[in-house]
Nanobody, 120 residues
Framework: QVHLVEFGGGLVQPGGSLRLSCAAP????????MGWYRQSPGKQRELVAT???????NYADSVKGRFTISRDNAKNTVYLQMNSLKPEDTGVYYC??????????????WGQGTQVTVSS
């Protein structure tokens, strides 16, 4: 199946930083928004941050001021800089790309997930 390619997860101490990257294959076109979601132990998958083609950005309240999302539209690549990490940030992080085709047809593409563990 077509999926996004993501990397950058790992183990970090509280207060540390990680940078996640995600690239959409060239076969995926008409992307209007890219973002990051995460699934923490015992929780449903939740939105972390999104960025549109027009650079409209949304963050979850829990990460505002600590995480920064950015995008290279020419490369269909999205990044997530995570600073001041907390144990509650632990989880599997998934990259997402939203597409829209003619006639209002929409499709979402996902990465396979990268593990982020924040622990002392």
């Amino acid at each position: 199946q077509v999926h996004l390619v993501e990397f950058g997860g790992g183990l970090v101490q509280p207060g540390g930083s990680l940078r996640l990257s995600c690239a959409a294959p060239i076969a995926i076109s008409n992307i209007y928004v890219m973002g990051w979601y995460r699934q923490s132990p015992g929780k449903q998958r939740e939105l972390v941050a999104t960025i549109s083609n027009g650079d409209s950005i949304n963050y979850a309240d829990s990460v505002k001021g600590r995480f920064t999302i950015s995008r290279d539209n020419a490369k269909n690549t999205v990044y997530l800089q995570m600073n001041s990490l907390k144990p509650e940030d632990t989880g599997v992080y998934y990259c997402n790309a939203g597409t829209e085709y003619g006639g209002g047809h929409r499709a979402d593409y996902w990465g396979q997930g990268t593990q982020v563990t924040v622990s002392s």
